[in-house]
Protein backbone atom coordinates (compact mmCIF):
# COMPACT_ATOMS: atom_id res chain seq x y z
CA UNK A 1 0.00 0.00 0.00
CA UNK A 2 1.45 3.51 -1.03
CA UNK A 3 1.11 6.48 1.14
CA UNK A 4 1.15 9.99 -0.08
CA UNK A 5 3.10 12.64 2.09
CA UNK A 6 1.10 15.10 3.57
CA UNK A 7 3.80 17.94 3.30
CA UNK A 8 4.04 20.06 0.48
CA UNK A 9 7.57 19.79 -1.53
CA UNK A 10 8.93 22.78 -2.20
CA UNK A 11 8.56 24.08 -5.41
CA UNK A 12 11.85 26.07 -6.79
CA UNK A 13 10.89 29.63 -7.81
CA UNK A 14 11.43 30.73 -10.48
CA UNK A 15 14.11 33.75 -11.05
CA UNK A 16 12.11 36.54 -11.87
CA UNK A 17 12.78 38.18 -15.47
CA UNK A 18 12.77 41.71 -13.77
CA UNK A 19 16.00 40.85 -11.39
CA UNK A 20 18.11 43.45 -10.69
CA UNK A 21 21.03 41.44 -12.01
CA UNK A 22 19.71 39.83 -14.88
CA UNK A 23 21.70 40.30 -17.97
CA UNK A 24 18.70 42.65 -19.64
CA UNK A 25 19.47 44.73 -16.59
CA UNK A 26 23.02 45.16 -16.48
CA UNK A 27 22.78 45.44 -20.33
CA UNK A 28 19.92 48.49 -19.84
CA UNK A 29 22.54 50.11 -17.35
CA UNK A 30 25.25 50.24 -19.43
CA UNK A 31 23.13 51.97 -21.69
CA UNK A 32 21.84 54.06 -20.27
CA UNK A 33 25.32 55.47 -18.47
CA UNK A 34 26.80 55.23 -21.65
CA UNK A 35 23.95 57.22 -23.51
CA UNK A 36 23.64 60.03 -20.79
CA UNK A 37 27.25 60.51 -20.17
CA UNK A 38 28.24 60.78 -23.77
CA UNK A 39 25.09 62.78 -24.79
CA UNK A 40 26.06 65.49 -21.98
CA UNK A 41 30.00 65.50 -23.15
CA UNK A 42 28.82 66.41 -26.73
CA UNK A 43 26.32 68.89 -25.38
CA UNK A 44 29.26 70.32 -23.55
CA UNK A 45 31.81 70.48 -26.09
CA UNK A 46 29.62 71.11 -29.03
CA UNK A 47 27.80 74.40 -27.00
CA UNK A 48 31.84 75.78 -26.98
CA UNK A 49 32.43 75.96 -30.99
CA UNK A 50 31.55 78.16 -33.69
CA UNK A 51 27.81 78.46 -34.66
CA UNK A 52 27.59 81.04 -37.09
CA UNK A 53 30.35 83.06 -38.79
CA UNK A 54 29.55 86.33 -41.27
CA UNK A 55 31.10 89.31 -41.63
CA UNK A 56 30.21 93.32 -40.56
CA UNK A 57 31.07 96.44 -42.44
CA UNK A 58 33.47 99.00 -40.57
CA UNK A 59 34.27 102.42 -42.49
CA UNK A 60 35.26 100.85 -45.82
CA UNK A 61 36.02 97.39 -45.45
CA UNK A 62 34.81 94.52 -43.56
CA UNK A 63 35.22 92.53 -40.00
CA UNK A 64 34.84 88.65 -39.64
CA UNK A 65 32.63 88.26 -36.73
CA UNK A 66 31.90 84.92 -35.53
CA UNK A 67 29.26 83.08 -32.26
CA UNK A 68 29.48 80.63 -30.63
CA UNK A 69 26.84 78.31 -29.11
CA UNK A 70 26.67 80.10 -26.04
CA UNK A 71 26.63 83.34 -27.85
CA UNK A 72 23.85 81.78 -29.49
CA UNK A 73 21.78 80.31 -26.35
CA UNK A 74 23.03 78.84 -23.67
CA UNK A 75 20.02 76.26 -22.97
CA UNK A 76 21.84 73.41 -24.30
CA UNK A 77 24.63 73.36 -22.09
CA UNK A 78 22.97 74.08 -18.93
CA UNK A 79 20.13 71.20 -19.71
CA UNK A 80 23.25 69.24 -20.61
CA UNK A 81 24.35 69.88 -17.09
CA UNK A 82 20.83 69.64 -15.27
CA UNK A 83 20.91 65.53 -17.38
CA UNK A 84 24.24 64.74 -15.80
CA UNK A 85 22.36 65.53 -12.39
CA UNK A 86 19.64 63.65 -13.19
CA UNK A 87 21.72 60.87 -14.47
CA UNK A 88 23.65 60.32 -11.33
CA UNK A 89 20.29 60.83 -9.27
CA UNK A 90 18.43 58.01 -10.86
CA UNK A 91 20.58 55.79 -8.77
CA UNK A 92 20.05 57.70 -4.99
CA UNK A 93 16.35 57.18 -5.35
CA UNK A 94 13.37 54.36 -5.72
CA UNK A 95 10.45 53.47 -6.87
CA UNK A 96 8.31 56.93 -7.90
CA UNK A 97 11.19 59.05 -7.29
CA UNK A 98 13.19 57.40 -9.79
CA UNK A 99 10.56 57.81 -12.42
CA UNK A 100 10.15 61.35 -11.95
CA UNK A 101 14.19 61.83 -12.20
CA UNK A 102 14.31 59.66 -15.07
CA UNK A 103 11.60 61.86 -16.85
CA UNK A 104 13.60 64.82 -15.91
CA UNK A 105 16.42 62.80 -17.38
CA UNK A 106 14.60 62.58 -20.28
CA UNK A 107 13.14 66.29 -20.66
CA UNK A 108 16.80 67.86 -20.19
CA UNK A 109 17.52 65.63 -23.50
CA UNK A 110 14.35 66.59 -25.71
CA UNK A 111 15.34 70.75 -24.38
CA UNK A 112 18.84 70.67 -25.33
CA UNK A 113 18.13 68.99 -28.79
CA UNK A 114 15.06 71.02 -29.82
CA UNK A 115 17.17 74.70 -28.46
CA UNK A 116 20.14 73.64 -30.23
CA UNK A 117 18.43 72.72 -33.69
CA UNK A 118 16.58 76.10 -33.50
CA UNK A 119 19.69 78.03 -33.17
CA UNK A 120 21.13 76.45 -36.04
CA UNK A 121 19.75 78.94 -38.19
CA UNK A 122 20.06 82.14 -35.70
CA UNK A 123 21.91 85.36 -36.56
CA UNK A 124 20.92 87.85 -33.84
CA UNK A 125 23.84 86.58 -31.95
CA UNK A 126 26.23 87.66 -34.96
CA UNK A 127 24.22 91.37 -35.15
CA UNK A 128 24.82 91.57 -31.92
CA UNK A 129 28.04 91.71 -31.68
CA UNK A 130 28.40 93.73 -35.37
CA UNK A 131 26.18 96.61 -33.31
CA UNK A 132 28.46 96.43 -30.21
CA UNK A 133 31.40 96.15 -32.46
CA UNK A 134 30.73 99.36 -35.16
CA UNK A 135 28.83 100.88 -32.89
CA UNK A 136 26.50 101.17 -34.96
CA UNK A 137 23.14 99.28 -33.84
CA UNK A 138 21.69 99.24 -37.05
CA UNK A 139 24.72 97.22 -38.43
CA UNK A 140 23.77 93.65 -40.52
CA UNK A 141 26.14 90.38 -41.32
CA UNK A 142 27.33 90.08 -44.50
CA UNK A 143 27.96 86.40 -46.18
CA UNK A 144 26.68 84.60 -42.83
CA UNK A 145 27.05 81.10 -42.47
CA UNK A 146 26.31 78.32 -40.44
CA UNK A 147 28.34 75.55 -39.15
CA UNK A 148 26.95 72.09 -38.21
CA UNK A 149 28.05 72.12 -34.48
CA UNK A 150 24.36 73.42 -33.55
CA UNK A 151 23.71 69.28 -35.58
CA UNK A 152 25.95 67.69 -33.12
CA UNK A 153 24.64 69.53 -30.57
CA UNK A 154 21.22 68.46 -31.12
CA UNK A 155 22.63 64.98 -31.50
CA UNK A 156 23.60 64.78 -28.10
CA UNK A 157 20.57 66.09 -26.49
CA UNK A 158 19.00 62.96 -28.42
CA UNK A 159 21.60 61.03 -26.49
CA UNK A 160 20.84 62.08 -23.40
CA UNK A 161 16.84 61.52 -24.19
CA UNK A 162 17.64 57.82 -25.00
CA UNK A 163 18.98 57.49 -21.74
CA UNK A 164 15.90 59.05 -20.35
CA UNK A 165 13.55 56.65 -22.01
CA UNK A 166 15.38 53.35 -21.12
CA UNK A 167 15.65 54.95 -17.08
CA UNK A 168 11.38 55.27 -17.81
CA UNK A 169 11.88 51.68 -19.06
CA UNK A 170 14.16 49.87 -17.11
CA UNK A 171 15.15 52.04 -14.27
CA UNK A 172 13.10 49.91 -11.70
CA UNK A 173 15.49 46.81 -12.45
CA UNK A 174 18.27 49.37 -12.28
CA UNK A 175 20.44 48.49 -8.55
CA UNK A 176 19.94 51.65 -6.32
CA UNK A 177 23.09 53.35 -4.42
CA UNK A 178 21.78 52.76 -1.02
CA UNK A 179 20.40 49.25 -1.28
CA UNK A 180 22.99 47.30 0.86
CA UNK A 181 22.28 49.67 3.72
CA UNK A 182 18.30 49.32 3.85
CA UNK A 183 17.37 46.36 2.94
CA UNK A 184 13.84 46.07 4.03
CA UNK A 185 12.93 43.03 6.44
CA UNK A 186 16.19 42.02 6.84
CA UNK A 187 17.04 41.39 10.67
CA UNK A 188 20.20 43.05 11.74
CA UNK A 189 22.82 40.09 13.06
CA UNK A 190 22.76 39.64 17.05
CA UNK A 191 25.92 39.03 18.66
CA UNK A 192 25.93 36.03 20.84
CA UNK A 193 26.38 36.55 24.75
CA UNK A 194 29.57 36.29 26.45
CA UNK A 195 30.56 33.52 28.15
CA UNK A 196 31.89 33.55 31.83
CA UNK A 197 35.86 32.84 31.21
CA UNK A 198 36.64 29.08 32.16
CA UNK A 199 38.74 28.95 35.55
CA UNK A 200 40.82 26.04 34.24
CA UNK A 201 42.04 28.21 31.15
CA UNK A 202 44.74 30.79 32.17
CA UNK A 203 44.48 32.79 28.91
CA UNK A 204 40.18 32.91 29.18
CA UNK A 205 41.11 34.91 32.89
CA UNK A 206 43.34 37.13 31.28
CA UNK A 207 41.12 38.12 28.28
CA UNK A 208 38.53 38.55 30.44
CA UNK A 209 40.89 41.42 32.54
CA UNK A 210 41.38 42.85 29.28
CA UNK A 211 38.14 43.43 28.58
CA UNK A 212 37.68 45.10 32.14
CA UNK A 213 35.42 42.35 32.78
CA UNK A 214 35.32 40.51 36.23
CA UNK A 215 36.36 36.81 35.41
CA UNK A 216 34.86 35.41 38.74
CA UNK A 217 31.62 36.72 38.20
CA UNK A 218 28.97 33.89 36.64
CA UNK A 219 27.27 34.80 32.83
Do not use: C, N
Not at 141 to 149: D, N, V
Not at 155 to 160: A, F, S
Not at 188 to 209: C, I, M, N, V, Y
Amino acid sequence: MEYVSAVPVPQPRARAASAPDSPGSRRSLGAGLLLGAAGATVVLLASGQTWAEGRAAVGGGTLPLSADGQDVTGLPAALAVVGLAALVAVFAVRRGGRVVVAGLLALSGLGAGLSAYAGASDSEALDEKAAQTTGDASAGIEALSHTAWPYVTAVGGLLILLAGLLALRYGSRWPAMSGRYDREGAPRPRRAPRTAPDPGRPEDLWKALDRGEDPTREA
